[in-house]
């Protein structure tokens, strides 16, 4: 078993560990049952993954020495990641939860909308509660699950804002099990593998060219060959949240490479677009402002080529058709990021990036102007 330690600096805490290894939701119950041997378990899920992974967990519980949990279904999707589910969660909570004699331990089994929206009820019940992530989705196992952001997308009188309403709470441990990823949908594996781009973008040039190289390896599923690409994707994102905790300090909008973009194409889709698949398209248009705006060497041009190749040779479209440029700039500049101005994160070649203002949204533009057709 692989394990990362996400250590934090700015809290008095030891950190938490990332443990990755097929075969893990088998052996939840074990490695929790130290330290939270007696708390009754509050498991958030939705149907689909329930249906796959919910009766295994259970019995891994069971063997563990833990009762029975108490499980909440959540609708499958980003529409519901929502005030209204996160009252229903809570409001499950408040009901189960009386006369026990500890507090409840949150078990987060699913995606990135089970893990933000179960993470932020589980945070801010009893001004918070102890949770622990099981992703199930590869965006998840390399991303969403690491770091304790959490949150809700949230409907303002222009438009649906994505995380817009949450706050940071770090889970107690994250049990990720590439086994889970042979049962995705090919799109939904697609969609991870843009996350772990972006890391190898960030941090890691030779993890870039291992990606290349395996190519159809990566459309496999093969939870041997992905156990050690989390493993190391998820070092990287914890070296960032080490330094930089709570996002104040500059370090963590890295991490949003792809993104800003993303996220505007994602809900000017209506959330049609998975995220994995916004955040391919964002970093093709982060790679076009970069260009525009002078930050690429005669390496990073030819990095900027390298990265396009490999998402269209991975399945992902870099140009999008039926999206209204309106509606995306909209979505852009409502995003919560901008404070003071525009802020990009611009790659400048494999394993460089930088944050780079922008006085007006006009250069944002013309990319999506150029992609967007």
Same mark, same amino acid.
């Given at each position: 078993?692989?394990?990362?330690?996400?250590?934090?600096?700015?809290? $008095?805490?030891?950190?938490?560990?990332?443990?990755?290894?097929?075969?893990?939701?088998?052996?939840?119950?074990?490695?929790?049952?130290? &330290?939270?041997?007696?708390?009754?378990?509050?498991?958030?899920? @939705?149907?689909?993954?329930?249906?796959?992974?919910? &009766?295994?967990?259970?019995?891994?519980? =069971?063997?563990?020495?833990?009762? /029975?949990?108490?499980?909440?279904?959540?609708?499958?999707?980003?529409?519901? =990641?929502?005030?209204?589910?996160?009252?229903?969660?809570?409001?499950?909570?408040?009901?189960? #939860? $009386?006369?026990?004699?500890?507090?409840?331990?949150?078990?987060?089994?699913?995606?990135?909308?089970?893990?933000?929206?179960?993470?932020?009820?589980?945070?801010?019940?009893? /001004?918070?509660?102890?949770?622990?992530?099981?992703?199930?989705?590869?965006?998840?196992?390399?991303?969403?699950? *690491?770091?304790?952001?959490?949150?809700?997308?949230? #409907?303002?009188?222009?438009? &649906?804002?994505? @995380?817009? *309403?949450?706050?940071?709470?770090?889970? !107690?441990?994250?049990?990720?099990?590439?086994?889970?990823?042979?049962?995705?949908?090919?799109?939904?594996?697609?969609?991870?593998?843009?996350?772990?781009? =972006?890391?190898?973008?960030?941090?890691?040039?030779? +993890?870039?060219? =291992?990606?290349?190289? @395996? $190519?159809?390896?990566?459309?496999?599923?093969?939870?041997?060959?992905?156990?050690?690409?989390?493993?190391?994707? %998820?070092?990287?994102?914890?070296?960032? *949240?080490?330094?930089?905790?709570?996002? /104040?300090?500059? +370090?963590? *909008?890295?991490? @949003?490479?792809?993104?800003?973009?993303?996220?505007? %194409?994602?809900?000017?889709?209506?959330?049609?677009?998975?995220?994995? !698949?916004?955040?391919?398209?964002?970093?093709?248009?982060?790679?076009?402002?970069?260009?525009? !705006?002078?930050?690429?060497?005669?390496?990073?041009?030819?990095?900027?080529?390298?990265?396009?190749?490999?998402?269209?040779?991975?399945?992902?479209?870099?140009?999008?058709?039926?999206?209204?440029?309106?509606?995306?700039?909209?979505?852009?500049?409502? #995003?919560?990021?901008? !404070?003071?101005?525009?802020?990009?994160?611009?790659?400048?070649?494999?394993?460089?990036?930088?944050?780079?203002?922008?006085?007006?949204?006009?250069?944002?533009?013309?990319?999506?102007?150029?992609?967007? $057709?």
């Amino acid at each position: 078993m692989s394990t990362v330690q996400v250590r934090l600096r700015e809290v $008095r805490s030891s950190g938490y560990p990332v443990h990755v290894e097929p075969g893990l939701i088998h052996r939840a119950g074990g490695l929790l049952r130290a &330290r939270f041997a007696g708390h009754a378990v509050f498991a958030v899920s @939705n149907p689909q993954v329930f249906g796959l992974w919910g &009766r295994a967990l259970e019995a891994s519980l =069971k063997r563990g020495g833990f009762g /029975r949990p108490l499980w909440h279904l959540v609708p499958d999707g980003e529409r519901h =990641k929502s005030f209204p589910q996160y009252h229903k969660i809570l409001s499950a909570l408040a009901a189960w #939860d $009386r006369g026990l004699a500890a507090k409840p331990l949150v078990l987060l089994l699913g995606g990135g909308v089970i893990g933000d929206l179960g993470g932020f009820a589980a945070a801010t019940y009893k /001004r918070g509660v102890p949770f622990v992530q099981l992703p199930t989705t590869l965006l998840s196992m390399v991303d969403s699950s *690491v770091g304790g952001k959490l949150g809700l997308d949230f #409907d303002t009188p222009a438009g &649906r804002v994505k @995380n817009l *309403v949450g706050c940071f709470a770090q889970p !107690e441990a994250v049990l990720a099990d590439p086994g889970t990823l042979a049962t995705l949908a090919p799109r939904q594996l697609l969609g991870g593998l843009a996350e772990l781009v =972006k890391t190898a973008v960030l941090f890691d040039a030779p +993890l870039f060219a =291992k990606l290349e190289k @395996n $190519r159809a390896r990566l459309l496999q599923a093969d939870a041997a060959f992905y156990s050690p690409l989390i493993s190391s994707s %998820v070092a990287h994102k914890a070296s960032v *949240v080490a330094r930089d905790e709570f996002d /104040r300090k500059g +370090l963590r *909008v890295l991490l @949003n490479l792809g993104h800003t973009f993303g996220h505007a %194409v994602e809900s000017a889709s209506g959330f049609r677009l998975l995220h994995g !698949e916004a955040v391919a398209f964002g970093m093709a248009c982060a790679g076009d402002l970069a260009s525009r !705006e002078g930050l690429l060497t005669s390496q990073g041009e030819a990095d900027r080529a390298r990265l396009n190749a490999l998402l269209e040779s991975l399945g992902f479209r870099l140009r999008l058709k039926g999206l209204a440029l309106p509606a995306v700039l909209a979505a852009l500049a409502r #995003d919560k990021k901008f !404070e003071g101005g525009a802020r990009f994160v611009l790659p400048r070649r494999l394993g460089i990036c930088v944050t780079h203002p922008l006085k007006s949204l006009a250069p944002a533009q013309a990319v999506l102007t150029a992609r967007l $057709r």
